[in-house]
């Protein structure tokens, strides 16, 4: 029991952390491109408790991916809306992998006998990296549906845009069935990039 504790303890932080970085980079993000929006309703923000979407939170923690809430965007201040919601899109996974870059080059150089320490770096690397990559799923509300739905043509988008009421309950079902009936659809897709991607960054034999 202690352990369990011990671990939710070096665990949590982390999953903060990286949720903080993701929205973020959103908000600021779309700030510089002219959009406000998420500034003056609070959400530009290093307060993880304003970010927190509780089930995505939960998966994060349990199984390295997951998502946060997003922040409140409004495309008309764009001035490309196309172009620049792909680019504010983009923004919360890359925040997260230069995190879990900036882990790894801690765990290559200055990976110090502590215990502790050597935990929370390899949750920072394996956390962030699974928050990135997860969103770009195309799967709504994730980062990587904004991308696709700004990259097909009017017609499709809208009909990918209506289609996205379903992406929540998609998301779970998913998560579901690979951890309950081991069907490996996220172990496919983002246990591999992950895996490769941490030991490229930290040299680690993941």
Known sequence: MSFDLWEWILRIPVLLF???VHEYAH???ALSLGDPTAKAMGRLTHNPLKHIDPLGAICLF???FGWARPVPVNPRYFKNPRQDTILMSISGPLANFASAF???LFIRFLFLPWEA???ILVYMLLMNLGLGIFNLFPIPPLDGAHVMENLLPPRAAERFRMAGRYGPVLLLLIVMLDNFAQT????FFITGPLLGLARWFSGLPF
């Not at 490996?184 to 172990?187: H, P, Q, R, V, Y």
Request: glycine letters at 16%; zero cysteines.
């Open 27 to 29: 908000g600021k993000a």
């Open 117 to 119: 320490y050597q935990k």
């Open 184 to 187: 490996g659809i996220l172990s």
């Open 62 to 64: 349990l199984f390295n």
């Open 102 to 104: 900036l882990a790894g």
């Open 18 to 20: 990286a949720i903080t």
